[in-house]
């Protein structure tokens, strides 16, 4: 069972970066996955989350409209659009599969794995 976020890099504020979580070993649609980041010396905080089936979406306030969660079943990936990117939102963001807590619906328990995250700078 594998999650692996990628696709972060150094970007300007106003710009844009979409993120890609690739994941194996288990079946995606039964699972509600989230991203979340941690910026150095603060603490993990949720980022958004897109659920089992249906695909309803859920965001923290401070990227919704301008963040964008979705996923393809078949490339068994999950991606998270960013876009108006501020400089707080650097950090390293991962992956995981998620609860219902979070605000997305799943089907099976969740595993308590992440993968290794994926930087994002924002900065000019």
């Known amino acids: 069972v594998q999650l692996q976020a990628f696709g972060g890099g150094l970007v300007q504020p106003g710009g844009s970066l979409r993120l890609s979580c690739a994941t194996s070993g288990f079946p995606l649609d039964y699972y509600a996955i989230g991203w979340f980041r941690q910026a150095p010396g603060k603490e993990r905080e949720p980022v958004s989350c897109i659920s089992a089936g249906d695909g309803t979406t859920n965001y923290a306030d401070s990227v919704k409209d301008r963040f964008s969660i979705s996923k393809d079943i078949a490339k068994s990936t999950v991606y998270l659009q960013m876009g108006n990117l501020k400089p707080e939102d650097t950090g390293i963001y991962y992956c995981?599969?998620?609860?219902?807590?979070?605000?997305?619906?799943?089907?099976?328990?969740?595993?308590?794995?992440w993968g290794q995250g994926t930087k994002v700078t924002v900065s000019s």
């Open positions: 995981a599969t998620v609860p219902p807590s979070w605000g997305c619906t799943t089907r099976a328990t969740p595993m308590r794995i």
